[in-house]
């Protein structure tokens, strides 16, 4: 099959059956259109001239590069190209998978960055609660706190999503849905932006049933809630780099150290693998070695 066709479909694959994120999709597509280009540059032009050697080279020659790439996208690249021939394998396009053997590379693992309760409450009472946005900012920093939802997930959030009481529907990557409760604090900032803030700011703009607005009206960006979070973080006095994952590890990492199941931890972050979850576990392992150091008469 022509190199365009096959990944068109499986493009395709990954969009329609698979319900993959846009984020995700994007990436497929720029991994494998730097590798479709890199084969065509070596007159390659369909998939059956494909074979293990010429992957293997292709691979070789982005870990080679100057500067080096990092492991991370090393191996979401070579991920992308096995699931390409695994799904042309599968299909029948192709008869062999020349990835079949390729090992992915190991990537370093990296504990996820938490902040200490007392630096999540400084954060959260940053926003002045005299002014509008500041309503709002405290708002949207509760809510991320009180439920460990990916900022992408709290600016597609609708008025209507909090029409369960006392817990929240949230939309996660594949568009999967799933309930998370709301924490009176997170609760009580969210009503308060409702009655005395998002009025007033919906009136500026087009009718839309996001929960949080921009200053003229509009649907809160991603973008804008990233601002939010910094501007909090630096009036908060909070040197270490604070990320718009930054509440999503503190609300996970808090949970454990308070003594919450793992998987239950893994339901309320929308993880599909618990193992996914495990990373925060070794951040409260940390702590309780700290804690042996210093409170055992024989640690040391």
């Given at each position: 099959?022509?190199?365009?066709?096959?990944?068109?479909?499986?493009?395709?694959?990954?969009?329609?059956?698979?319900?993959?994120s846009e984020h995700s999709?994007?990436?497929?597509?720029r991994d494998l259109n730097?590798?479709?280009?890199?084969?065509?540059?070596?007159?390659?032009?369909?998939?059956?001239?494909?074979?293990?050697?010429?992957?293997?080279?292709?691979?070789?020659?982005?870990?080679?590069?100057?500067?080096?790439?990092?492991?991370?996208?090393?191996?979401?690249?070579?991920?992308?190209?096995?699931?390409?021939?695994?799904?042309?394998?599968?299909?029948?396009?192709?008869?062999?998978?020349?990835?079949?053997?390729?090992?992915?590379?190991?990537?370093?693992?990296?504990?996820?960055?938490?902040?200490?309760?007392?630096?999540?409450?400084?954060?959260?009472?940053?926003?002045?609660?005299?002014?509008?946005?500041?309503?709002?900012?405290?708002?949207l920093l509760e809510l991320?706190?009180?439920?460990?939802?990916?900022?992408?997930?709290?600016?597609?959030?609708?008025?209507?999503?909090?029409?369960?009481?006392?817990?929240?529907?949230?939309?996660?990557?594949?568009?999967?849905?799933?309930?998370?409760?709301?924490?009176?604090?997170?609760?009580?900032?969210?009503?308060?932006?409702?009655?005395?803030?998002?009025?007033?700011?919906?009136?500026?703009?087009?009718?839309?049933?996001?929960?949080?607005?921009?200053?003229?009206?509009?649907?809160?960006?991603?973008?804008?809630?990233?601002?939010?979070?910094?501007?909090?973080?630096?009036?908060?006095?909070?040197?270490?780099?604070?990320?718009?994952?930054?509440?999503?590890?503190?609300?996970?990492?808090?949970?454990?150290?308070?003594?919450?199941?793992?998987?239950?931890?893994?339901?309320?972050?929308?993880?599909?693998?618990?193992?996914?979850?495990?990373?925060?576990?070794?951040?409260?392992?940390?702590?309780?070695?700290?804690?042996?150091?210093?409170?055992?008469?024989?640690?040391?």
């Amino acid at each position: 099959m022509q190199l365009h066709r096959a990944l068109n479909a499986y493009l395709r694959h990954i969009t329609i059956e698979r319900g993959l994120s846009e984020h995700s999709i994007a990436a497929y597509r720029r991994d494998l259109n730097a590798y479709v280009d890199w084969l065509r540059e070596r007159g390659i032009e369909a998939t059956e001239g494909i074979t293990q050697a010429i992957v293997a080279e292709f691979i070789g020659e982005r870990s080679a590069a100057d500067p080096p790439p990092a492991a991370t996208s090393l191996a979401r690249l070579q991920s992308s190209v096995r699931g390409w021939h695994r799904f042309l394998a599968r299909e029948g396009i192709e008869e062999d998978d020349p990835t079949g053997r390729m090992r992915p590379p190991k990537t370093p693992q990296r504990l996820p960055k938490a902040l200490t309760i007392e630096q999540v409450e400084r954060l959260l009472a940053a926003p002045s609660p005299e002014d509008p946005m500041g309503i709002r900012d405290r708002a949207l920093l509760e809510l991320l706190y009180a439920t460990g939802a990916r900022v992408s997930e709290a600016v597609s959030l609708d008025v209507d999503d909090l029409s369960y009481g006392d817990v929240l529907r949230l939309r996660g990557k594949g568009d999967k849905e799933r309930i998370v409760p709301v924490g009176s604090y997170a609760r009580a900032a969210v009503d308060a932006y409702l009655t005395r803030v998002r009025p007033g700011l919906a009136a500026k703009g087009r009718a839309t049933a996001r929960l949080f607005l921009g200053a003229r009206g509009a649907p809160l960006s991603r973008q804008s809630a990233w601002l939010i979070i910094r501007a909090a973080a630096e009036k908060a006095q909070i040197t270490s780099e604070v990320s718009p994952h930054t509440l999503r590890h503190s609300f996970a990492t808090h949970l454990l150290q308070g003594g919450a199941d793992v998987r239950v931890v893994q339901e309320l972050l929308g993880h599909a693998s618990v193992a996914t979850t495990q990373i925060y576990t070794h951040v409260s392992v940390d702590t309780l070695r700290d804690v042996y150091a210093t409170s055992h008469p024989r640690a040391t």
